[in-house]
């Protein structure tokens, strides 16, 4: 090997590498700059910066002596194709580094291994949340690559080879230093996104090859498996106990914290649920079992495993029972009411496997509810707090009690907006300006003003709610659990901790006397206690054996931790565990005080002890998802496994729609349809509605499918579904009033032409099949009105103007 080649290729490679660090450097400074831009408030912002550059300049150096053996290689075969491809593929990395700082800025979270647990709509609804993509939105991704190719340029022109390269040799051992020296440079915040993201598949890879199920064996099958006796009743106590069974209302409150309760750090704007902990039960060190939203129903309705990539995006859904299917199967009438999509992050997959009876999302609001205004690229994600309440307290009138009432609300979250905001802003400011007992300084408060009023209106709303349930004859017999699916994320968090960090309250008029408790739960505690406290107080069937992920809530006053909970911060991510009174998160160790404060310590024994602990965890949610074995087929009684496919089914979805997506199969299903190769049409129609249950048109066309062969009740069963599901999706009830006249029940099209109106549905070609359905039953006048109607409208409508003709005969 000519060592003057390999000189020259080390100056060349050497600006790409040096123009590749600046450019991290540049896009960190323009991601600080953002941030505080946005008011929010960076805490040591000099260490901020000090520790970004650290990780920017390890990883430019990293990745370009990665890939120097490659680019030497071909540059002993051809000098410029070595040039070219180096700067494409720097040019990606930036791109990717740039597309990360982004992600980052818009959801305050870096992009790692989660990016396996989302579905790319749901990654696009929860950007598009905060963002708009327009124009000036993908601007800077044309410029990026050109200020690294800019830089690249300036160097070579202006820079001597020498130089630079002895500048990033003696700034390497530099910088390493430093990394060593300064332990809390490696805490994600800090950190390189490229790196982050890279390193944190890899350790999601490396922690699926760890726990390799096939390697995996339990003495008990089913490990979970325990009798019944052994879930304690701990609520009892608590309660006066009365004849019926009592309703349970549970509200999940989006990014509700338990920092902003209480007495704790971001205190007072939640009056009302500050009241209300004074009346109440209130566990003050509770926690969520994940860092996002998609783990909170089946962990605090099921006690359930995480799996992979959180429970819900399993498919199928492993064999489980559920607070909601067990109390369903007692006689409770189950619902479950949220603003957005109940499609989002599997939700309606997971609730209907639980048989629920009745879902009421954004598809079901209607006329006389108020939507969260869109942004300006058209987002928004349903309806607000206060909206979610009124339509829960107009569904409740003749619903059979005793009830399951879900609600989750949604307005605490980015992006922060909802109706009346301008007279939340303005309490703010009247809180700000006379409450002398807030621990926040005015500039942090004025930093996160829109969030603060967020959270008073989302109090506001629960009050309301209360207030008017309170009015209801029912509200003697009702149980209120309230809590927190996560922490919200944007404001600054003080601990590792925080995160999790979510308040439980359990309030009721049966309550004998408020309690406050200091010991450590989680939403996998809940579900296991309120049966067990339901069972043992109430005439229920009986459960023989429990399956639950932990043995129930703790209600001890004192501080203490007798629950092994491990955490999952992001879809994919198991790097979190509480021990006893210890945090284990990314490999480091901290203490646990009674006030949910925590402090580092080395301490190697106990970190060794928890560090196989979360292993032997990691193995266990593996186990059990992955090869079914929460819950034996025997004991499960109560729900029904979603559709089945078999190899055959697989093999011909996967010839007919291999690489597409659910848009795309439905055309194909459509198009099969037309073709009349109904079988492989609806097989590819269960596919996407096993994903998507509320894919209005899928169903239609599958009930379309099986009208024209001539399965009538098969078909109508399908779209009363759809109009049960969507009820102001006007094609199900064309397609229905069709179905109807086709099996000749004209009767049937007149009443669905009229649900129709009741829902306020208007639309003129459900009037005209309405009046074709009066003049099949031989109601010539009622025809003859609607007629007439649609013409004073449309005089010209040529098929209008017919069908007249024929009543006039």
């Not at 959180?310 to 559920?322: C, R, T």
């Not at 501080?559 to 092994?564: A, E």
């Amino acid at each position: 090997m000519n060592s003057k080649t390999l000189l020259n290729s080390s100056y060349s490679y050497a600006y790409f590498t040096a123009s590749l660090v600046i450019t991290f450097w540049l896009s960190s400074l323009y991601e600080i700059f953002i941030i505080s831009s946005n008011g929010i408030v960076i805490q040591n912002i000099a260490f901020t910066l000090f520790y970004k550059l650290t990780n920017d300049f390890l990883a430019g150096i990293g990745i370009g002596l990665l890939l120097f053996p490659l680019y030497f290689g071909i540059r002993l075969y051809k000098k410029r194709l070595a040039d070219i491809l180096i700067k494409i593929v720097f040019t990606l990395v930036v791109l990717g580094q740039f597309a990360l700082v982004k992600y980052s800025l818009t959801t305050l979270i870096n992009l790692g291994a989660d990016i396996l647990g989302y579905s790319m709509a749901d990654m696009y609804t929860t950007v598009t949340a905060s963002e708009s993509l327009s124009v000036l939105y993908f601007l800077p991704f044309i410029l990026v690559p050109m200020l690294f190719l800019g830089i690249n340029e300036a160097l070579k022109r202006y820079g001597k080879e020498k130089i630079i390269i002895v500048s990033l040799l003696s700034l390497i051992p530099f910088f390493v230093i430093l990394k060593l020296s300064f332990s809390e440079s490696s805490g994600t915040n800090y950190q390189n996104k490229m790196y982050f993201f890279a390193s944190d598949i890899m350790r999601f890879q490396n922690d699926k090859n760890l726990t390799n199920v096939e390697n995996i064996f339990y003495k008990k099958e089913y490990p979970l498996v325990k009798p019944f006796e052994k879930s304690e009743d701990v609520l009892s106590p608590f309660f006066n106990i009365q004849e019926d069974k009592p309703n349970i209302a549970m509200i999940i409150v989006e990014g509700l914290g338990a920092e902003f309760l209480d007495k704790n750090a971001y205190r007072g704007f939640t009056p009302f649920l500050d009241s209300l902990i004074s009346e109440s039960l209130y566990w003050e060190n509770f926690v969520s079992n994940t860092g996002r939203t998609f783990g909170v129903v089946p962990s605090l309705l099921g006690s359930l495993p995480y799996a992979e990539n959180g429970f819900l995006e399993q498919n199928p859904l492993p064999s489980h029972i559920s607070l909601i299917s067990i109390l369903k199967s007692n006689g409770y009438t189950t619902s479950y009411f949220s603003g957005d999509e109940s499609s989002f992050d599997r939700k309606i997959n997971f609730l209907e496997y639980n048989e629920i009876d009745n879902i009421i999302d954004v598809n079901k609001f209607g006329p006389g509810y108020t939507k969260t205004k869109e942004n300006s690229g058209g987002f928004s994600w349903g309806y607000p707090d206060a909206e979610i309440f009124k339509k829960t307290l107009s569904e409740l009138d003749g619903k059979k009690m005793p009830r399951l009432d879900i609600i989750m609300t949604l307005t605490n979250h980015e992006p922060f907006d909802f109706p009346s905001k301008n007279v939340y802003l303005k309490k703010v400011d009247s809180i700000m300006n006379t409450n002398k007992t807030l621990d926040l300084n005015k500039s942090e408060i004025i930093a996160y003003k829109d969030i603060f009023a967020c959270l008073l209106y989302a109090d506001t709303s629960i009050k309301n709610f209360m207030k008017e349930y309170a009015k209801r004859p029912e509200y003697k017999n009702t149980i209120f659990i309230i809590t927190g699916d996560h922490r919200l994320i944007p404001i600054s968090q003080r601990n590792k901790l925080c995160r999790f960090h979510v308040p439980l309250i359990i309030s009721s008029p049966m309550l004998k006397k408020a309690e406050k408790f200091k010991s450590i739960s989680s939403h996998w505690d809940v579900a296991p206690s309120l049966v067990s406290f339901l069972m043992n107080n109430y005439k229920f069937n009986k459960m023989e054996k429990t399956t639950w992920m932990s043995q129930g809530l703790d209600t001890v006053k004192e501080f203490r931790n007798i629950h092994n909970i491990p955490l999952m911060r992001n879809k994919g991510s198991i790097n979190d565990f509480i021990y006893k009174d210890y945090l284990y998160s990314d490999g480091e160790l901290f203490k646990i005080n009674e006030n949910f404060g925590i402090n580092k310590v080395n301490e190697k024994e106990i970190l060794k002890t928890i560090s196989d602990t979360l292993k032997e965890a990691k193995m266990l949610n593996a186990y059990l998802t992955q090869k079914n074995k929460i819950i034996p087929k025997s004991l499960n009684i109560y729900t029904q496994p979603a559709t089945q496919f078999t190899k055959q089914d697989l093999a011909t979805i996967n010839k007919l729609a291999k690489g597409l997506n659910y848009d795309q199969m439905f055309v194909v299903a459509r198009d099969l349809a037309f073709k009349k190769e109904y079988k492989n049409s609806r097989l590819l129609c269960d596919y996407i509605l096993n994903e998507l249950p509320n894919f209005s048109d899928v169903r239609i066309l599958k009930a379309r499918t099986l009208g024209w062969e001539g399965d009538y009740k098969k078909a109508e069963t399908e779209l009363l579904s759809v109009i049960k599901r969507t009820p102001f999706h006007i094609d199900s009830y064309l397609a229905l009033m069709d179905l109807y006249w086709w099996s000749d029940q004209n009767e049937k099209g007149i009443l669905v032409a009229q649900k129709a109106a009741t829902n306020q549905v208007k639309n003129p070609e459900i009037d005209f099949k309405l009046a074709e359905a009066y003049q099949r039953i031989n109601k010539p006048s009622n025809a003859f009105k609607i007629i007439e109607s649609l013409l004073k409208t449309d005089p010209k409508n040529q098929k209008y103007l017919t069908f007249k003709n024929t009543l006039k005969k």
